[in-house]
């Protein structure tokens, strides 16, 4: 096998690979990237048997072939190398090298024939997207998703289409978020849990471009993405979902509607008085026109007052501060409504179309106080 690239095109490649690279396994042939060259393309391939990557690299084949190359080792020559052109050429015992102006390297690769492909998925059932609204959704998304193993469902998100709607919710156990999309077609229903391990990566490669799309087509263990040059494949996470919709109501006793960017400011200052491991809630007291934002800690204390419109009872009700910081940083609107019943039944944050909703659980004022 020989091939030349622009050392920029093969960088790109290899960070887009890497994703799927394990950093941990049994199977060391998962620890390398396969370089696949055709007369057509060059193709570089990546998987870690949950999440699998295939992206083509742009480059000249001079003589076609396969080589699977450690991957860590494999890109950190590749961008120590000076900007210029790369050429990659094998033997028949699979020995790798790699030249670029007066650099020259050897290493040892391995037979593509070990390596695990990527799982073949019907493309019948698809919905398309564009890659600036699918990484939006990720990122209004993905924070409230649960960091521990213990509940694997809470590691994912939840992908439901209904006709022209895709839905997307995620939960921890003390929060949920939920977007709806509006699609331009209409497609048969679908109900899926993606590991956020998955969007994570998705979000990172996405360009976030308005004007292309990405293809989403659903399997029945696996989902694919494929956008410009790459296919990413992941397995999905077993078992139903949470049935969200009873944890939702439209009731409430106190709502308010204020500036976002005044609530979300006086919220990340009184976050200054905490400490990473401290648990102290940020206290809201809802007067006649008043909200009044306050938190005590080992630090100091803090107090601020915004004007706000409300409708309803007074309320007092204490949240992890943290948590309204997550929410309304990925809220466009400039201003939001949030809805209450009591201290001890969750917050509401949501738009009229309810095209986002965000629900936080409270926190007990009175143990806090103590």
């Known amino acids: 096998m020989k091939l030349t690239f622009a050392k920029s095109d093969l960088v790109n490649s290899i960070n887009i690979s890497l994703k799927a690279v394990p950093s941990k396994t049994t199977m060391p042939i998962l620890e390398c990237i396969l370089i696949e060259a055709s007369p057509m393309e060059i193709k570089m391939t990546s998987n870690d048997m949950e999440l699998g990557i295939e992206t083509i690299v742009k480059g000249e084949v001079h003589e076609r072939g396969k080589v699977a190359i450690d991957a860590k080792l494999f890109s950190e020559i590749i961008r120590k190398l000076p900007d210029s052109e790369v050429t990659i050429e094998t033997d028949d015992n699979y020995n790798v090298s790699i030249n670029c102006e007066k650099a020259h390297f050897k290493i040892s690769g391995k037979s593509g024939d070990e390596f695990s492909y990527l799982p073949v998925i019907e493309k019948n059932d698809h919905i398309s997207i564009s890659q600036f609204t699918l990484k939006e959704v990720i990122r209004q998304t993905i924070f409230s998703i649960a960091a521990n193993e213990n509940n694997k ?100 006793d106190t709502k308010v509607v204020l500036n976002k960017k005044e609530l979300l400011d006086c919220i990340e200052r009184s976050v200054l008085l905490i400490r990473e491991s401290d648990k102290k809630p940020i206290i809201i007291k809802i007067n006649d026109e008043e909200m009044e934002l306050g938190i005590t800690s080992a630090i100091g204390s803090m107090k601020e007052n915004i004007t706000v419109t409300k409708n309803g009872k007074d309320i007092m009700i204490g949240f992890n501060p943290r948590f309204l910081i997550d929410a309304l940083r990925v809220i466009d609107d400039e201003e939001v409504s949030l809805y209450m019943i009591n201290s001890k039944a969750p917050c509401f944050i949501r738009d009229d179309e309810q095209n986002y909703i965000y629900l936080i659980l409270p926190v007990n004022i009175d143990s806090a106080r103590g």
């Not at 590991?195 to 998705?202: A, D, R, Y």
């Open 153 to 252: 469902l809470m590691t994912g998100e939840l992908f439901e289409v209904n006709e022209s709607e895709l839905k997307v919710v995620s939960l921890d156990g003390h929060r949920i978020s939920i977007r709806k999309i509006q699609l331009k077609d209409n497609y048969g229903h679908k109900k899926v849990v993606v590991p956020g391990k998955t969007l994570n990566e998705i979000s990172r490669i996405l360009s976030g471009d308005k004007d292309k799309e990405v293809l989403i087509f659903f399997g029945s263990n696996h989902i694919m993405f494929e956008f410009d040059d790459t296919v990413v494949v992941s397995r999905l996470i077993e078992g139903e979902y949470f049935k969200i919709n009873q944890m939702l109501s439209s009731d409430y």
